[in-house]
């Protein structure tokens, strides 16, 4: 889908490969897009589980992997979703140290405080209050 929509809006400087996170790629890049799965699922189903407990390991992972391989000037954009439990967002909390100093500039914005309020019922989800829609930008500053 990736490639249909970057053709169509008329991109051409624009790769779209396929990888486990970026491990089977080379070089740094100007530009990250992620909308990883996010959910909790028991079946461990590609398209829906994002590992771990409440379902944020793949998020933090693709964070992870690519803050090194960011060029000068270049960002990730993450659109992920959240567990949150009371007042804590596991996500941010997980990478907060990671995007916390003076090489990296960051935003982190909910965009939707409640989004698939029906899991909320599922198994493993007990303690889990509300899943929110999150943007999470982060630009490697220029050297």
């Not at 169509?8 to 992620?34: P, R, T």
Request: net charge negative; charged share 25%.
């Amino acid at each position: 889908f990736a490639q249909t929509n970057a053709t169509v809006a008329g991109l051409k400087n624009m790769e779209c490969c396929h990888s486990d996170i970026l491990s089977g790629l080379s070089g740094n890049f100007d530009l990250i897009v992620a909308n990883p799965p996010y959910m909790k699922d028991t079946q461990r189903r590609a398209y829906r589980h994002g590992g771990d407990a409440l379902g944020a390991d793949l998020s933090v992972r693709i964070l992870r992997e690519s803050l090194d391989r960011l060029t000068p000037g270049g960002s990730l954009v993450l659109y992920t979703g959240v567990a949150m439990v009371g007042e804590h967002d596991p996500f941010f909390e997980a990478v907060q140290a990671d995007i916390d100093h003076a090489a990296l500039a960051w935003t982190y914005r909910e965009l939707d405080p409640d989004v698939f309020g029906e899991e909320l019922l599922e198994e493993g989800y007990e303690d889990v209050d509300r899943i929110a829609a999150v943007e999470l930008v982060v630009t490697r500053r220029p050297a």
